[in-house]
């Protein structure tokens, strides 16, 4: 079952073009979909929720994106 993330704007409306650009879309689909939040992401990297939060605005590079994969993985149970 996909994930769908919605993003509006102040009069409620829909923001698709948004979603499509948005960086790191498949780390924060994962986090979703396994109703985790970011601090608890970060904490299991060995950050902090701000470092964290700061690592999403850009596209992470393939060794923070493996980390912050396995770090889902970690606190699933399950592979991502």
Do not use: D
Request: charge should be positive; hydrophobic fraction near 40%; proline fraction near 2%.
């Amino acid at each position: 079952m996909p994930i769908i993330l919605e993003l509006r704007n102040r009069n409620n409306n829909i923001l698709e073009s948004e979603v499509e650009n948005m960086t790191n879309l498949k780390i924060r689909q994962a986090i979703t979909r396994n109703r985790l939040k970011h601090y608890e992401v970060a904490a299991a990297c060995g950050i902090s929720s701000c470092t964290f939060s700061v690592w999403l605005r850009e596209e992470l590079s393939p060794e923070r994106k493996q980390l912050v994969m396995r770090a889902i993985e970690k606190l699933t149970g399950k592979e991502v």
